[in-house]
């Protein structure tokens, strides 16, 4: 698959880097309190309330007490009933010389006054009467105590949340962060050199194809939190390796360095994040790699004026960079490659840049290496710099 982003398409598509780590750390924070908020009794309550009030049961008890007017009511009628039967003949006779009771009106009179003067029956009418009536039973206050939890912040922000985000979140954990604020090499997690098995094999060498010798880490240093690579120009000889002849001595016209980080092994189900820049007419990489050229995943490429990313499985493996277009080398980005099961897949800040199946042999761990490098026969070098400000490995939560 041949990459190729038009700046246009980037402009549009691209977050910047400041609102990307925007992004990361907002994301950190709700999935933080999205699963405070899950576990709390707060929560336990709405979910219940929320099912209890709708049931069909409670939504027919509220229309009722809500909709239903006085007048249309048992008691409202009874109460009218017993005025009418007032106004009767025999009613009134009754009522002022109490003969008359075997009269039907009168016996319906009798029964309607006893009933109307219950204490049950005023307690009924007064419900009935009442304009407040949903809010004075339990259910309205369940009702009201579900609307008000409906306006909680938290669980406003809880049935809002962007749970697609928070699950991919969730898949993984931190298991490693460097912000650079150490101050010497040999106080962190880094050293000079490559990653080889044997501590016997001289690590830190250039090759004899390239313009530059590898310091044994002086080019290395930290300033503000900010890890610099730098190359300069000046004549040293060091180690180079030599397809033929092995280790040999060369003399070089430039000074790099390249570092490594055994401590912490890359294999299937890591993410690497890094943001980083670079300076200068140079090449500068960071990648994952073992003890030999292949496997290789290529984080952050810089050669040539162009960005590139890509993976080798073996030596042999040709024409396995994809070049990115649209990117400026002086601008921080955060580039990002997830080796999961089934692909390798590259980000920059937000952006899915490439993916493929090509997979790494199973059960193979890599190492962080960090360098910068010019080309044999490159010409108008300069010097230049690799700037990283963090990079942080996830692993897919068991």
Same mark, same amino acid.
């Given at each position: 698959?041949?990459?190729?982003?038009?700046?246009?398409?980037? %402009?549009?598509?691209? &977050?910047?880097?400041? #609102? $990307?780590?925007?992004?990361?750390?907002? *994301?950190?924070?709700?999935?933080? !309190?999205?699963?405070?908020?899950?576990?709390?009794?707060?929560?336990?309550?709405?979910?219940?309330?929320?099912?209890?009030?709708?049931?069909?049961?409670?939504?027919?008890?509220?229309?009722?007490?809500?909709?239903?007017?006085?007048?249309?009511?048992?008691?409202?009628?009874?109460?009218? %009933?017993?005025?009418? &039967?007032?106004?009767? #003949? $025999?009613?009134?006779?009754?009522?002022? *010389?109490?003969?008359?009771?075997? !009269?039907?009106?009168?016996?319906?009179?009798?029964?309607?006054?006893?009933?109307?003067?219950?204490?049950?029956?005023?307690?009924?009418?007064?419900?009935?009467?009442?304009?407040?009536?949903?809010?004075?039973?339990?259910?309205?206050?369940?009702?009201?105590?579900?609307?008000?939890?409906?306006?909680?912040?938290?669980?406003?922000?809880?049935?809002?949340?962007?749970?697609?985000?928070?699950?991919?979140?969730?898949?993984?954990?931190?298991?490693?962060?460097?912000?650079?604020?150490?101050?010497?090499?040999?106080?962190?997690?880094?050293?000079?050199?490559?990653?080889?098995?044997?501590?016997?094999?001289?690590?830190?060498?250039?090759?004899?194809?390239?313009?530059?010798?590898?310091?044994?880490?002086?080019?290395?240093?930290?300033?503000?939190?900010?890890?610099?690579?730098?190359?300069?120009?000046?004549?040293?000889?060091?180690?180079?390796?030599?397809?033929?002849?092995?280790?040999?001595?060369?003399?070089?016209?430039?000074?790099?360095?390249?570092?490594?980080?055994?401590?912490?092994?890359?294999?299937?189900?890591?993410?690497?994040?890094?943001?980083?820049?670079?300076?200068?007419?140079?090449?500068?990489?960071?990648?994952?790699?073992?003890?030999?050229?292949?496997?290789?995943?290529?984080?952050?490429?810089?050669?040539?004026?162009?960005?590139?990313?890509?993976?080798?499985?073996?030596?042999?493996?040709?024409?396995?960079?994809?070049?990115?277009?649209?990117?400026?080398?002086?601008?921080?980005?955060?580039?990002?490659?997830?080796?999961?099961?089934?692909?390798?897949?590259?980000?920059?800040?937000?952006?899915?840049?490439?993916?493929?199946?090509?997979?790494?042999?199973?059960?193979?761990?890599?190492?962080?290496?960090?360098?910068?490098?010019?080309?044999?026969?490159?010409?108008?070098?300069?010097?230049?710099?690799?700037?990283?400000?963090?990079?942080?490995?996830?692993?897919?939560?068991?």
């Amino acid at each position: 698959m041949n990459l190729f982003f038009l700046r246009a398409y980037l %402009r549009r598509q691209l &977050l910047s880097t400041p #609102k $990307f780590e925007q992004t990361i750390e907002q *994301t950190r924070l709700d999935a933080e !309190r999205y699963h405070k908020i899950e576990q709390s009794d707060k929560l336990r309550d709405f979910l219940a309330l929320e099912k209890l009030v709708a049931s069909s049961e409670f939504q027919a008890k509220k229309k009722e007490l809500t909709t239903k007017k006085y007048k249309d009511t048992d008691e409202a009628k009874k109460l009218a %009933r017993l005025k009418k &039967l007032t106004k009767d #003949k $025999f009613v009134r006779q009754y009522l002022k *010389t109490g003969e008359g009771d075997n !009269r039907s009106a009168v016996m319906q009179y009798e029964e309607l006054r006893k009933e109307t003067e219950s204490d049950d029956f005023r307690r009924r009418n007064a419900f009935w009467q009442d304009a407040h009536r949903w809010d004075n039973t339990e259910e309205g206050k369940q009702d009201a105590r579900y609307a008000a939890l409906m306006q909680d912040p938290d669980i406003r922000f809880y049935m809002s949340a962007d749970t697609k985000a928070i699950e991919q979140f969730d898949r993984f954990e931190k298991v490693y962060e460097d912000v650079f604020n150490w101050t010497r090499l040999e106080a962190s997690d880094w050293r000079a050199g490559m990653h080889y098995p044997s501590n016997a094999f001289v690590s830190n060498h250039a090759f004899t194809n390239e313009q530059q010798a590898y310091n044994k880490g002086r080019n290395v240093d930290t300033a503000g939190g900010i890890l610099h690579i730098k190359t300069v120009k000046e004549k040293v000889t060091a180690p180079a390796w030599d397809e033929k002849k092995g280790m040999v001595m060369t003399d070089f016209g430039y000074t790099s360095d390249v570092i490594c980080n055994d401590k912490v092994a890359i294999e299937e189900g890591s993410v690497v994040q890094v943001k980083v820049r670079c300076t200068g007419n140079l090449n500068h990489a960071i990648c994952l790699r073992g003890s030999k050229r292949a496997p290789l995943i290529h984080l952050f490429d810089y050669r040539k004026s162009r960005f590139y990313i890509g993976a080798k499985e073996n030596d042999k493996a040709e024409r396995y960079l994809k070049e990115l277009d649209g990117l400026l080398q002086s601008k921080y980005k955060v580039f990002t490659v997830s080796w999961q099961k089934d692909e390798l897949i590259w980000y920059i800040n937000n952006m899915e840049v490439y993916r493929t199946k090509n997979l790494l042999p199973k059960g193979e761990k890599l190492y962080i290496h960090m360098f910068s490098s010019i080309p044999a026969g490159a010409r108008r070098v300069s010097e230049g710099e690799l700037q990283v400000d963090w990079i942080r490995v996830f692993k897919t939560k068991n």
